[in-house]
């Protein structure tokens, strides 16, 4: 009854017939206008323009996908801007570009261009509602069916997005095998408009733009509102991760909004994280690509409904649609090889505590041949909270060179950083303390050791070498923000990402990282999903153990 109950037929009106109502004062026509029917439009129509052409578009009549609904309401607006008051760029004048992106100085055009031009006359406006996808079967059961198809797929690619201390946005795609087929940042989004390539740094014009205003805000000035920007970021990064959907045929897993917000330096804030997601779910509602042939797969007549109608967040759980969320802990600061993740308890000020932490070792000596020292040890003697690694045994090594963070004082006490090589700093703590540094008893002579600031600057300098994301304070280059592990791998290798290639499987830096295991972790719900014999049951929270049994027993 639903689906009949709706009928729209066209019928053919002379032309004659109307003007005689209009000229006897029985008929007022009004023209329903926007940009893209203007005789100057450039470019493709707006989606919002083809979803209202096709209510009157003829292939839209046998299967009904846009349905005009009742309840429409008209709006008189009058002009707030007086003709006198008009800012009008005349035809053939030069006008300085806004943009930085823009290449040249200045545009120019063959017309005359009225600023805020909808605010100079008095207009009506009309709102109506529509309903996209009007026959599609109901979406309550939409989560069933895509854990049906994946669970079919020989073939299901995944798509991490991460929420990056560096970048905006951080996308990684793997195949089902969890190599990676993409991944990048969506700090830069590219655009092609009349054939030419156009690339936006939105990074750069947000970071910019909250500078101004925090300046604005000290010198009492005019605040410029930044909220189209991020409005308009959120509209392109949604563009480039539902293209990617289309390619791969892939499901997007992104962290747990619940449990996702831990990050405090993170660029993009948690209100505008939560306005990106509900975005991109809208988007997927009804995804069409305008320049495609409406009856193609895709189109404006067989678009993709791919996600449920968003409600709130609280009511989602960890599914809606093919978007999955699952639990943020240990994405971006684990060995993405090896497995290892800083499960020690470091915040240690006692000095029988730091002892007592240090006798646990189960060794603690110097390789002369590799130059760097060897902390040996059981997971398992650390605590509670370590006893959640799957793999027992580790050797962690000095190797490589970390950032250490401090409040600079001589600038005001802000973040500062400076490079530091932990094996040099050891050796010369024991050194200042007459330890020898290449005794075979290197671990009893530390524990003989009797002072409170040597197991501190000790303590400091392991808690340097767990340390395995490090960032440069104030800089933007990737290779300033990496990933290093301090635990070799089968061949004998650590794992740093500024070592990566293009030919590499694994992240290229550290919020790469974080997108990298946030898919891995999509991965393996869908490992669940193919398993279950009730797909309707099926836990999308990884448990802890769970999550490092997978990263540590899977090593490449």
């Known amino acids: 009854v639903h689906d009949q109950g709706y009928k729209v037929t066209f019928a053919d009106v002379p032309v004659s017939y109307v003007d005689s109502l209009v000229q006897n004062g029985k008929l007022f026509l009004f023209q329903i206008y926007n940009k893209d029917f203007s005789a100057y439009s450039k470019g493709t129509k707006n989606l919002h323009t083809l979803y209202f052409q096709m209510l009157f578009d003829e292939r839209n009549l046998s299967d009904v996908v846009y349905q005009l609904n009742g309840g429409a309401e008209m709006f008189y607006r009058p002009a707030s801007i007086a003709e006198k008051d008009r800012t009008i760029h005349h035809a053939n004048q030069p006008i300085d570009k806004k943009s930085e992106e823009n290449s040249g100085e200045y545009s120019m055009f063959g017309y005359d261009l009225i600023k805020d031009r909808r605010f100079t006359k008095p207009q009506f406006l009309l709102h109506f509602p529509i309903t996209l996808n009007f026959k599609a079967p109901d979406a309550r059961y939409l989560n069933d069916r895509v854990r049906e198809l994946i669970k079919q797929s020989d073939s299901n690619y995944v798509i991490g997005i991460d929420r990056g201390e560096r970048n905006l946005l951080y996308v990684t795609v793997l195949d089902g095998d969890g190599n990676i087929v993409e991944q990048y940042s969506l700090n830069l989004i590219q655009n092609e408009y009349n054939r030419k390539k156009h690339t936006v740094d939105y990074h750069f014009l947000l970071d910019k733009k909250e500078r101004d205003c925090q300046e604005a805000r000290q010198n009492w000035t005019m605040i410029e509102n930044i909220k189209e920007l991020k409005a308009g970021y959120i509209s392109q990064a949604v563009h480039k991760i539902c293209s990617l959907v289309v390619k791969y045929d892939a499901i997007i897993v ?257 919020d790469a990282n974080g997108a990298y295991n946030i898919a891995r972790k999509g991965l393996w719900a869908i490992e669940q999903i193919k398993a279950a014999d009730d797909i309707s049951k099926v836990r999308f929270s990884i448990k802890q153990k769970e999550w490092l049994k997978l990263v540590q027993s899977s090593e490449k």
């Open 254 to 510: 992104m962290e747990d909004l619940n449990a996702g917000f831990k990050h405090s330096r993170a660029k993009i804030g948690k209100q505008v994280y939560q306005k990106f997601e509900k975005m991109l779910i809208d988007k997927l509602n009804f995804y069409a690509d305008k320049h495609i042939a409406p009856q193609e797969i895709g189109g404006l007549l067989n678009a993709y409904q791919l996600t449920n109608k968003f409600e709130s967040f609280s009511k989602m759980g960890f599914q809606n649609g093919i978007i999955f969320y699952v639990p943020a802990w240990l994405t971006s600061k684990i060995d993405p090889v090896t497995g290892f993740a800083n499960l020690f308890k470091l915040s240690l000020t006692n000095k029988e505590n730091m002892v007592e932490f240090f006798s646990k070792f189960r060794s603690i000596c110097y390789n002369a041949q590799k130059d760097y020292f060897e902390f040996s040890f059981n997971y398992h003697d650390f605590g509670s909270r370590a006893k959640n690694d799957f793999r027992k045994l580790w050797t962690v090594c000095t190797y490589g060179k970390r950032v250490r963070e401090f409040h600079n004082p001589d600038n005001n006490n802000q973040w500062d950083s400076e490079i530091v090589d932990p094996t040099e700093r050891i050796k010369a703590l024991l050194t200042k303390y007459g330890v020898d540094f290449s005794s075979k008893t290197l671990k009893d002579d530390i524990l003989k050791v009797d002072r409170s600031d040597f197991f501190t600057e000790l303590l400091y300098q392991f808690k340097l070498t767990v340390q395995l994301r490090n960032s440069v304070a104030n800089s933007t280059a990737p290779e300033d923000d990496y990933i290093i592990s301090p635990v070799a791998d089968k061949n004998g290798v650590f794992y740093d990402s500024r070592n990566y290639d293009q030919n590499s499987s694994l992240p290229c830096d550290a």
